[in-house]
T-cell receptor, first 114, second 113 residues
């Protein structure tokens, strides 16, 4: 089955700086790569996703890049703000996000220092 | 917010007792999932359902069973709870081939003493 590795497990950055979280996956058939943000006491929420036919996708301060050859993808957050503090999960699926669910990384605790 | 309700939200039980967690959705979505979240392990899929009475195992299904008798309800049962099943359990819906997005409930925190 799919295996997703995520690094780092904890990331502390100064407010206003950029943050980068990296993930690698094992199954070359995977074609859907979402990123979820989990705030304390809540369920994860999708913030951005990318499919294997695209190399990069941006949404305001958030961007995701995908390197299919190397089987890794990254989340980039620019101009970080206090509300960016949360746990972030990457995930992968070979069914386009279909019925057998997603395989998640172990999460990155992002801390924004004032 | 997606209409997903998990119950109970918190439960403390003893080893060996049966436990059932309920997930109720108002979105009429075909696919439903149960994940568990543990420190150092992230989110791991327990079971999922792709329709009424259609379920399948996920990565960590041992010790768990599920049932889906109606589109809106997906039950997760621990027949005989163990301390290793102490966790936060999340129900999710979604994941169709067009959007892929999963919508998660607020979670159910289970403590097995």
């Amino acid at each position: 089955g799919e295996n997703v590795e995520q690094h780092p497990s904890t990331l502390s950055v100064q407010e206003g700086d950029s943050a980068v979280i990296k993930c690698t996956y094992s199954d070359s058939a995977s074609n859907y790569f979402p990123w979820y943000k989990q705030e304390l006491g809540k369920g994860p929420q999708l913030i951005i996703d990318i499919r294997s036919n695209v190399g990069e996708k941006k949404d305001q301060r958030i961007a995701v890049t995908l390197n299919k050859t190397a089987k890794h993808f990254s989340l980039h957050i620019t101009e970080t703000q206090p509300e960016d503090s949360a746990v972030y999960f990457c995930a992968a699926s070979y069914s386009g996000g279909g019925a057998d669910g997603l395989t998640f990384g172990k999460g990155t605790h992002l801390i924004i220092q004032p | 917010d997606a209409g997903i309700t998990q119950s109970p939200r918190h439960k403390v039980t003893e080893t060996g007792t049966p436990v059932t967690l309920r997930c109720h959705q108002t979105e009429n979505h075909r696919y439903m999932y149960w994940y568990r979240q543990d420190p150092g392990h992230g989110l791991r899929l327990i079971h999922y359902s792709y329709g009424v009475k259609d379920t399948d195992k996920g990565e960590v299904s041992d010790g768990y069973s599920v049932s889906r008798s109606k589109t809106e309800d997906f039950l997760l049962t621990l027949e005989s709870a163990t301390s290793s099943q102490t966790s936060v359990y999340f129900c999710a819906i979604g994941g169709d081939r067009n959007t892929g997005e999963l919508f998660f409930g607020e979670g159910s925190r289970l403590t097995v003493l």
